[in-house]
């Protein structure tokens, strides 16, 4: 399969706490993403990384990308009750397409 | 959802019946997808397309065809529908440069097969 597999598959942690999530993936890239999905709606884009890139913020967002180690990771840093949703990472492999992993479920605890 | 509808929101039909979803987009973006969504496998790309009659498969299009006939409208039918097809599909659209870009997506539509 081309799609990233995210670790850990869930996550819980208190508020105000860090939330890291890992991405590995298995070919070369041209960008990694990161999306968030609340329950029961459509994904939501948060981040995206080049392959040019090392890291890359976004408000409490932070994303890493070593493509030496095909890998990436996403800090939410302060977590909120309302960050709790699955995050997903997607590999964008070719011309339009994007390859979605199966996600963490992260859920914050107030 | 960046002015993206899709229609209907939740179905459920009979196996060997079609059935024909729509996504419809307000945003002119060129490229559009379908994708399904299951329970430990994550987002699977159904079809896409990259312009008015230009489409392609993706990685699970099996028993799937797909219409774009304008910009705004990109239509997924199932031709004869079975319980594997019970899932929540998601369309989504990208407008950029066609280098895998940022995807806006819609709010989905569960499908359920009897």
């Known amino acids: 399969s081309q799609q990233g597999e995210e670790d850990p598959q869930a996550l819980s942690i208190q508020e105000g706490e860090n939330a890291t999530m890992n991405c590995s993936y298995k070919?070369?890239?041209?960008?990694l993403q990161w999306y968030r999905q609340n329950s029961g709606r459509g994904l939501v884009h948060l981040i995206l990384?080049?392959?040019?890139?090392r890291e890359k913020h976004s408000g409490r967002l932070r994303v890493t990308l070593d493509t030496s180690k095909k890998s990436s990771s996403l800090l939410i840093t302060a977590s909120r009750a309302a960050d709790t949703a699955s995050y997903f990472c997607?590999?964008?492999?070719?011309?339009?397409?994007?390859?979605f992993g199966t996600g963490t479920r992260l859920t914050v605890i107030p | 959802d960046a002015g993206i509808t899709q229609s209907p929101r939740h179905k459920v039909t009979e196996t060997g019946t079609p059935v024909t979803l729509r996504c419809h987009q307000t945003?002119?973006?060129?490229?559009m997808y379908w994708y399904r969504q299951d329970p430990g496998h994550g987002l699977r790309l159904i079809h896409y397309s990259y312009g008015v009659k230009d489409t392609d498969k993706g990685e699970v299009s099996d028993g799937y065809s797909v219409s774009r006939s304008k910009t705004e409208d990109f239509l997924l039918t199932l031709e004869s529908a079975t319980s594997s097809q019970t899932s929540v599909y998601f369309c989504?659209?990208?407008?950029?440069?066609?280098?895998?870009?940022?995807?806006?997506f819609g709010p989905g539509t569960r499908l359920t097969v009897l």
């Open positions: 945003e002119n973006h060129r490229y």
């Open positions: 070919t070369s890239i041209n960008n």
């Open positions: 990384i080049r392959s040019n890139e």
């Open positions: 989504a659209i990208s407008g950029a440069s066609g280098v895998a870009d940022t995807q806006y």
């Open positions: 997607a590999t964008g492999e070719g011309a339009n397409n994007l390859f």
